[in-house]
């Protein structure tokens, strides 16, 4: 067991090994980890010792600080790129060696399909295939797509789920809140988990260690997120500027589980230079059953519309082994039909649009568009709150625990507008809410962008707050002031 130093990862160094990649000998873990099984199960009520993060002040983990592609919205706060005092320079990728160079698409190729190919996949070995063809696939998103959140999808139509991203280097340390985004419920039939890393050894030897201890279906690699404190350590959408390393941490990966293994990259690194297209012909090779394309680049964040028409263009050039997985903007069923019709796409993946209207599964099931009532929106809060409470405890530090994660999604909820004050249906991801009258006085509260009134709304289910209490988002952005809204 990793956490009393007696972990190993046979199939992962002979992958690494196999592939010439040197191996420093046995993983351990550091003397103060005293971490216990029982706090890495799966099924069971989760302990108040663990949660997905720190509350009231402390810092959240890595893992906590990357969006994945999911939860920053437009107008991101300008401190997220700030360089933390503790951090290393930015990578100047002009000036990279060569594995991390920016490679034309034609080069990208050539180099990553040079070498044996069959060599790298000697290990591989036989896998069960996940059927992702017209499947409801909720993504894993940062800080808000928790396990209780999972429930609520779960209850609305979702089919396939996926954990919050995990740092590899983390999950190898033991560290408890860390594993705790692996959790599983049993209502997930489909499960799989999102880990994030820059280098094959720690990849391979995270994806072998997650497949022994924990009840997965699914390892999905995130080569998206556009965090500089992910990018900066040579991990997320920066393994698109390296493309050998990239290759090498999919093979041995790959090679180490027999579950199956998903990769999720964004359209490039830089506006304008998508490269996805360069490799997606020969990417199922390296061993990955399905890829999921973000129709953005690192660059834009979240400050353009997703391209649907280079994931369609895309998706053309895969492999027929290949899944492909379309994710960009989705927000209504209409958005879902017309790009399950215009490609070769399996599915579509589901981000923030189901932050900000859970329900959208429901929608896309149903094939229509629900004027959902407040009373109806409330119950499915009172719900997510009954879960969390299951989940991190109804002691004072579940209660609290409970709230912060509540108030963070209402930060996403309050920008739905119901149908019938829409005058053009159905409503746009990149719309801004305006200030408006609902039809009843929770419509009304519920639509505020006002964190007080989020916090009212958590009173309202959870009792009082503590004394002298204040929120404020994760992510200014999703919190549109007044002013921007007049």
């Keep these: 067991m990793l956490w009393k130093n007696q972990a190993t990862f046979l199939r992962a160094d002979a992958q690494l090994q196999s592939l010439g990649i040197t191996v420093k000998g046995k993983q351990k873990a550091p003397n103060t980890i005293s971490m216990q099984a029982d706090e890495i199960a799966h099924d069971g009520k989760a302990g108040n010792d663990i949660t997905e993060t720190q509350v009231n002040g402390t810092e959240l983990s890595d893992a906590q600080q990357c969006d994945n592609q999911h939860t920053l919205e437009v107008g991101d706060d300008p401190h997220e790129d700030s360089t933390p005092a503790w951090k290393k320079t930015k990578t100047d990728f002009a ?33 069960k295939l996940i059927d992702f063809r017209g499947k409801l696939y909720v993504a894993p998103l940062t800080t808000v797509g928790n396990l209780p959140f999972r429930r609520v999808c779960k209850q609305l139509g979702a089919d396939i789920t996926c954990g919050e991203m995990a740092m590899c280097t983390n999950l190898l340390q033991g560290q408890a809140s860390e594993w705790a985004l692996l959790r599983r419920h049993h209502t997930e039939d489909v499960f799989g988990v999102q880990i994030c890393g820059a280098y094959p050894d720690t990849v391979a030897r995270t994806a072998e260690l997650i497949e022994r201890e924990s009840e997965i279906d699914f390892i999905d690699l995130n080569v998206g997120c556009p965090i500089d404190i992910v990018v900066n350590k040579g991990a997320g959408s920066c393994l698109l500027t390296k493309p050998l390393r990239f290759k090498q941490i999919v093979t041995a990966a790959s090679a180490s589980m027999d579950k199956p293994l998903t990769v999720k990259v964004r359209t490039g690194y830089f506006e304008g230079k998508n490269c996805i297209h360069s490799f997606i012909g020969e990417i199922h090779k390296w061993g990955i059953s399905a890829l999921t394309i973000h129709g953005r680049t690192r660059q834009q964040r979240y400050s353009k519309l997703a391209d649907w028409d280079y994931i369609y263009k895309t998706s053309l050039e895969a492999s027929e082994n290949l899944q492909v997985i379309g994710n960009g903007d989705i927000f209504s069923y209409t958005d879902w039909n017309e790009h399950m019709n215009s490609s070769r796409l399996s599915t579509c993946m589901l981000a923030r649009g189901v932050l ?24 499915i809060i009172k719900d997510y709150v009954r879960f969390g409470l299951q989940h991190w405890g109804s002691d004072s530090k579940g209660v609290e625990t409970t709230r912060y994660f509540l108030l963070e999604w ?25 200030l408006y009258n609902g039809r009843n006085d929770l419509e009304t509260l519920m639509a505020s962008d006002s964190a007080a009134d989020w916090v009212r709304i958590s009173e309202m289910l959870l009792g009082p707050a503590p004394p002298n209490f204040s929120f404020t988002p994760r992510h200014k952005s999703n919190a549109y002031d007044r002013a921007d809204n007049g």
């Design 95 to 127: 000036h990279m060696p060569l594995d991390g160079e920016m490679l034309s698409p034609d080069s990208a190729t050539e180099i990553m399909g040079s070498g044996n190919d069959a060599e790298c996949r000697s290990t591989a070995r036989e896998k």
């Design 356 to 379: 900000i209207k859970p329900w959208l599964l429901t929608e896309i099931k149903e094939q229509r568009h629900w004027d959902i009532s407040s009373t109806e929106r409330f119950e």
């Design 410 to 434: 209402l930060s996403y909820l309050h920008r739905y507008i119901p149908i019938g004050l829409l005058e053009v249906i159905p409503q746009k991801l990149n719309w801004r809410p305006p």
